[in-house]
Structures are given as structure tokens and as C-alpha cells.
T-cell receptor, first 115, second 117 residues
Framework: AQTVTQSQPEMSVQEAETVTLSCTYD???????LFWYKQPPSRQMILVIR??????QNATENRFSVNFQKAAKSFSLKISDSQLGDTAMYFC????????????FGAGTRLTVKP | GAVVSQHPSWVICKSGTSVKIECRSL??????MFWYRQFPKQSLMLMAT?????????EQGVEKDKFLINHASLTLSTLTVTSAHPEDSSFYIC?????????????FGPGTRLTVL
């Protein structure tokens, strides 16, 4: 079974500090894709970062980076220099194979950035 | 990035009536669109895959006769909740990959909040 687990329902961080959100997944597939999506209070889902499983290099997007540990099936998101606008629900998502329409989402982590 | 819109953003209806939700890709063509449902404080659950020019594919447990999906053009998919009941109240979100394959980045609409009285 393909599953995504986010074990941290809520987290908080002080503005300008760094925070790491955890995500683990379970699959027997070799070809898959991992994503972090942000859902602010507006509820608009916004792509934060994407990682292809065949790439060893960790993806980075400005203040956002991932630690992709394929053997451990771990895909954590690090947010550096946290900003108030980073306050949101963060969902880890996973999709496998080609032309597979079933994107699985984790339960989400509610992140609050405190001033 | 690509833009996906949804209309309406919020709708209230009486039990037993039908409600149509539109999902549009504004600056790209989407041969495939996805419909998700999100209950309060929960994650997104895929309901169905909308395919342009063919029938939608529904996930297990989703009633296809209740949630009618029509993908009439390369930029528009509609979800109609028929004979809505209070338990259908939820947040409905659509998404579309720009390349047509689900492993491409999916862009999400802003969602539609449905309240059935």
C-alpha cells in the first residue's frame, strides 16, 4: 500500500528561525514523485517544492529545502528564516509511476510562525 | 505558474437540490483534471479523475451518480452534486497538471465551500 505519514499535527517556530517538518512514506515502487504543498488560511493549495525519486540531489526553492532519504523513505521539509506568511497547513504528497492519478496526501502539519 | 479557477467559491443550498461547481484552467489546456474533497481539519481525498472527451474515473466509495463530472472542453471540468444532503457539505478542490500526466506538477483551484442546509 502507498501511504504518506506526517507525524507532527502542529508545530510552531519563531520568526526568522528554522523549522523542519517530517514526512515518511511507504511504497514498493521505484519511480515516484514527492511534493510539499502549503495551504494557508485562504485554503488555496500552493506547491512549495517537488522531488523526483530518481534524483539524488535534494530539491531547493529559496528558503525551502528538502532532506530526501530514499532508503529510509523520508522526505522532510526545512524552512529557513521563517516568515509570518509561512503560517499554514503543510501537506506532504506522493504519487508513483506514470499516468497514475492517485496523489496521496499526508494528514498535514499546521505550522504557526510567531512574531 | 499556471492558474486554475473555481466557481463559485462558496455556495449554500437546500437539501435535495443540485449544485454545479466549475473548474477552469485559465492559461493552459488540461486534458485531465482531478476533484478532491476536504473535510474540516483533514487532508485532501481524491474523488475522481476528469478526462476530456471521455467518462470520469471515480475512486472507490465515491458515488458516480451523485457526483456527476463533465469535462466538456480542454479548459473546463464541472462537478455536479446531485440531490445534495447535509453530509455532502465539504470543501471541494480541483486540480490540473499542465502536461496532462498526473506526475507533473498539479495546480490547484482555490476551492469551493459547499454548505447543504
Amino acid at each position: 500500500a502507498q501511504t504518506v505519514t506526517q507525524s507532527q499535527p502542529e508545530m510552531s517556530v519563531q520568526e526568522a528561525e528554522t523549522v523542519t517538518l517530517s514526512c515518511t512514506y511507504d511504497t514498493s515502487e521505484n519511480n515516484y514523485y514527492l511534493f510539499w504543498y502549503k495551504q494557508p488560511p485562504s485554503r488555496q493549495m500552493i506547491l512549495v517544492i517537488r522531488q523526483e525519486a530518481y534524483k539524488q540531489q535534494n530539491a531547493t526553492e529559496n528558503r525551502f529545502s528538502v532532506n530526501f532519504q530514499k532508503a529510509a523513505k523520508s522526505f522532510s521539509l526545512k524552512i529557513s528564516d521563517s516568515q509570518l506568511g509561512d503560517t499554514a497547513m503543510y501537506f506532504c504528497a506522493f504519487i508513483w509511476g506514470y499516468n497514475n492519478n492517485d496523489m496521496r496526501f499526508g494528514a498535514g502539519t499546521r505550522l504557526t510562525v510567531k512574531p | 505558474g499556471a492558474v486554475v479557477s473555481q466557481h463559485p467559491s462558496w455556495v449554500i443550498c437546500k437539501s435535495g437540490t443540485s449544485v454545479k461547481i466549475e473548474c477552469r484552467s485559465l492559461d493552459f489546456q488540461a486534458t485531465t483534471m482531478f476533484w478532491y474533497r476536504q473535510f474540516p481539519k483533514q487532508s485532501l481525498m481524491l474523488m475522481a479523475t476528469s478526462n476530456e472527451g471521455s467518462k470520469a474515473t471515480y475512486e472507490q466509495g465515491v458515488e458516480k451518480d451523485k457526483f456527476l463530472i463533465n469535462h466538456a472542453s480542454l479548459t473546463l471540468s464541472t462537478l455536479t452534486v446531485t440531490s445534495a444532503h447535509p453530509e455532502d457539505s465539504s470543501f471541494y478542490i480541483c486540480s490540473a497538471p499542465t502536461s496532462g500526466t498526473s506526475t507533473d506538477t498539479q495546480y490547484f483551484g482555490p476551492g469551493t465551500r459547499l454548505t447543504v442546509l
